[in-house]
């Protein structure tokens, strides 16, 4: 069995299509193929994440931070800092699945691509560019190319971008 380790939003209130499809693409991850390891929030994707893949039988494994640990919170890992917090998420990975999120999913995903590119580690990144999300984000990567401070495309760092959950099924599947 495989870690995938998703990044994503703990932010309540977003809008219904993020939450649903982040239902859909976790409803079909094979969960006798995959543990799903994430930030320990409840609520916002971070929760749909959790409470729909235990709720179709699979198994997760929590890395949070101290100060967000719920009262009835059962989880693995608990830190008092965020970067042993996420040093923790990228050491448990396998795969890492970046969704749709803020500052925080983003510096993680960030750190893992920057751990890839110096080799410390060699994990898999996907980053689920739903309703084009992080269009302009994977824009500003490709003027840092070109403008000569990123060597190398993204691929070459172990990571792909994919606009549907078909392809990441797929890719997971592999």
């Known amino acids: 069995m495989k870690n995938l380790t998703i990044f994503c939003s703990g932010k309540d209130g977003l809008k219904e ?26 609520i916002g994707l971070m929760g749909e ?49 970046l969704l749709p999120g803020g500052f925080g999913s983003m510096y993680e995903c960030l750190e893992t691509i920057t751990k890839n590119q110096i080799c410390e580690i060699s994990k898999p990144i996907i980053i689920f560019n739903y309703n084009h999300i992080y269009d302009h984000f994977l824009k500003q990567i490709v003027i840092l190319q070109e403008e000569g401070f990123i060597k190398n495309t993204l691929e070459s760092y172990n990571v792909v971008v994919f606009t549907n959950i078909d392809d990441i099924i797929e890719y997971l599947t592999y």
């Open 49 to 97: 994440v959790r409470n729909t893949f235990i709720n179709n039988g699979g198994e997760i494994i929590t890395s949070n931070l101290q100060r967000f640990v719920e009262t009835n919170g059962t989880d693995d890992y608990v830190f008092d800092y965020i970067s042993d917090r996420q040093s923790k998420l990228i050491e448990l990975a396998d795969i890492l699945l």
């Open 17 to 42: 299509n993020y939450i649903q499809i982040t239902r859909d693409l976790i409803t079909k991850i094979d969960i006798h193929k995959y543990k799903i390891v994430y930030g320990g929030s409840s």
